[in-house]
């Protein structure tokens, strides 16, 4: 019975943790890779977290009217491998935004290229998550 108890526990495991896996989203199933956007605004917020790192940015337009952008960057690891820190982005920072547009969100996008008020520019995307090459 042991025996037995133990394969199910081992394969509920297994199709649980299988779930998070396809649940994860492809570049395509979310941006559109012909769209482009470029954005300069102020960050409002930042979220290191897995399996995305996100943050907001609020982008005036001509009328003065704001809009925060909800930008999409690559995991904590593969962003950390080209230089980024959780500290990179801080609340209140000026940045110059370059990206893939959502398919259906206006003020969404999955972010490239960012660039800091210093004139770091940073690659905010990962080699492996099939986005269009630029």
């Not at 989203?25 to 559109?32: A, G, I, K, R, V």
């Not at 003065?64 to 995991?75: C, D, H, P, Q, R």
């Not at 972010?111 to 905010?124: K, N």
Request: avoid cysteine.
């Amino acid at each position: 019975m042991l025996p037995k108890l133990g394969s199910i526990v081992a394969m509920s495991f297994l199709g649980l943790s299988g779930a998070n896996v396809l649940a994860h989203h492809s570049f395509s199933t979310e941006y559109d890779g012909t769209k482009t956007f470029s954005v300069k605004g102020t960050v409002s917020k930042v979220e290191w977290t897995n399996p995305h790192v996100r943050f907001y940015v609020d982008v005036a337009d001509a009328s003065g009217k704001v809009m925060t952008w909800n930008m999409e960057l690559a995991s904590p690891s593969a962003l950390a491998r080209n230089g980024w820190t959780s500290r990179t982005l801080k609340v209140g920072d000026q940045v110059a935004v370059e990206g893939y547009a959502a398919k259906v969100a206006p003020d969404r996008g999955n972010a490239r290229s960012v660039v800091t008020s210093d004139g770091r520019s940073l690659f905010g995307g990962a080699a492996d998550d099939n986005a269009p090459a630029k």
